[in-house]
T-cell receptor
Framework: AQSVTQPDIHITVSEGASLELRCNYS??????LFWYVQSPGQGLQLLLK??????LVQGIKGFEAEFKRSQSSFNLRKPSVHWSDAAEYFC????????????FGSGTRLSIRP | AAGVIQSPRHLIKEKRETATLKCYPI?????VYWYQQGPGQDPQFLIS???????DKGSIPDRFSAQQFSDYHSELNMSSLELGDSALYFC??????????????FGPGTRLTVL
C-alpha cells in the first residue's frame, strides 16, 4: 500500500538558517510527489511537485526538493528560512486510479527561532 | 485567478443531525476531491469524482455520500453526525491530462463542529 513517512514531527530552526524536511514514500510505480504547506487554520498550498523528469524540483517561496528513487525520498530544502515559513509541511504522494487521490504524510511542524 | 470555493466556511451541528458541504471547483476543472482533516491530523482522502462519476474512494464512512453535478460542483452529505466528525473538510479540484490527474488545488476548507 502507498504510504508517506515524515520522521520529524517538529523542527525548530533559526531565521536565516538552512532547512531540510525529510520525506520517505512507499509506492510501487513511479510516484507523483508533492509538498504542501499549511498555516494554522488555513488551507493547503502546493509548494512543488514531481511527476517526472529532472529529479531536482524548484517550487515557490524559494523551496526545492530532490527525488531520490534509490532512497525512496523526496526531501524539501530551503537555503535560508524566513519567519513567515513557520507552518505545517505535508509531503504527499498521488495514488489511486490516475493518481486521483493524495496520501499525505503526518506532517512536520516548522518553528522559526528569531 | 479563480480558486476552489467551499461553503459554508464554518458549520455547527448537533449530534445525529445532517450536514451538506458544497464545493465549486476552478473553472474547467473536471475532477473534485474531498478530504477530512481532524485536529492535529493529516488530511485523509474521502472520495473523488471525475466527470460526475466516482473515481476513487477512501476512508469515507457509510453515513457520508457525495456527488458531482452537471456544472461540476460537488456536495458532501453527512448524516447521523457524530462528535468525531468534527474536522476541517477540504475540497480540491484538478483537470486530467493524458488520463492522469494533474495538480490538485485546494479550497480553504469547511470547519465542521459537532456538538
Amino acid at each position: 500500500a502507498q504510504s508517506v513517512t515524515q520522521p520529524d514531527i517538529h523542527i525548530t530552526v533559526s531565521e536565516g538558517a538552512s532547512l531540510e524536511l525529510r520525506c520517505n514514500y512507499s509506492y510501487g510505480a513511479t510516484p507523483y510527489l508533492f509538498w504542501y504547506v499549511q498555516s494554522p487554520g488555513q488551507g493547503l498550498q502546493l509548494l512543488l511537485k514531481y511527476f517526472s523528469g529532472d529529479t531536482l524540483v524548484q517550487g515557490i517561496k524559494g523551496f526545492e526538493a530532490e527525488f531520490k528513487r534509490s532512497q525512496s525520498s523526496f526531501n524539501l530544502r530551503k537555503p535560508s528560512v524566513h519567519w513567515s515559513d513557520a507552518a505545517e509541511y505535508f509531503c504527499a504522494v498521488g495514488a489511486g486510479s490516475s493518481a486521483s487521490k493524495i496520501i499525505f504524510g503526518s506532517g512536520t511542524r516548522l518553528s522559526i527561532r528569531p | 485567478a479563480a480558486g476552489v470555493i467551499q461553503s459554508p466556511r464554518h458549520l455547527i451541528k448537533e449530534k445525529r443531525e445532517t450536514a451538506t458541504l458544497k464545493c465549486y471547483p476552478i473553472p474547467r476543472h473536471d475532477t473534485v476531491y474531498w478530504y477530512q482533516q481532524g485536529p492535529g491530523q493529516d488530511p485523509q482522502f474521502l472520495i473523488s469524482f471525475y466527470e460526475k462519476m466516482q473515481s476513487d474512494k477512501g476512508s469515507i464512512p457509510d453515513r457520508f455520500s457525495a456527488q458531482q453535478f452537471s456544472d461540476y460542483h460537488s456536495e458532501l452529505n453527512m448524516s447521523s453526525l457524530e462528535l468525531g466528525d468534527s474536522a476541517l473538510y477540504f475540497c480540491a479540484s484538478s483537470f486530467r491530462l493524458a488520463g492522469v490527474s494533474n495538480e490538485q488545488f485546494f479550497g480553504p476548507g469547511t470547519r465542521l463542529t459537532v456538538l
